[in-house]
Nanobody, 120 residues
Framework: VQLQASGGGLVQAGGSLRLSCAVAGSFSGVNDMGWYLQAPGKERELVARISSGGSTNYGDSVKGRFTISRDNARNTMSLQMNSLKTEDTAVYYC???????????????WGQGTQVTVSS
């Protein structure tokens, strides 16, 4: 199983970016999915999470600016980032609880990370 993240890049402050994450490989179910960021020298922190039923929660710093969504049929997740600030600059990681084939429980997986850089 792999999580494939894409969509990072360089944008000016006030601009927008959209990140995408796809679950690839063999699996029998996907539960909660989410995005986390890690800035240089800092710990990884929550950006947003979304349950399989669509319930969401956001980190305080992104509320009102970022929107998380998912397509359960395609096993994909997106993060629409608006009104970007320089302090949003970080590597963004997708994360998901995935059940391997024939398994009874879900396991937590991380994607490879995608760089988002916001210039002033």
């Amino acid at each position: 199983v792999q999580l494939q993240a894409s969509g990072g890049g360089l944008v000016q402050a006030g601009g927008s970016l959209r990140l995408s994450c796809a679950v690839a490989g063999s699996f029998s179910g996907v539960n909660d999915m989410g995005w986390y960021l890690q800035a240089p020298g800092k710990e990884r922190e929550l950006v947003a999470r979304i349950s399989s039923g669509g319930s969401t929660n956001y980190g305080d710093s992104v509320k009102g600016r970022f929107t998380i969504s998912r397509d359960n049929a395609r096993n994909t997740m997106s993060l629409q980032m608006n009104s970007l600030k320089t302090e949003d600059t970080a590597v963004y990681y997708c994360n998901a609880d995935i059940r391997p084939p024939a398994a009874l429980q879900f396991y937590n997986y991380w994607g490879q990370g995608t760089q988002v850089t916001v210039s002033s």
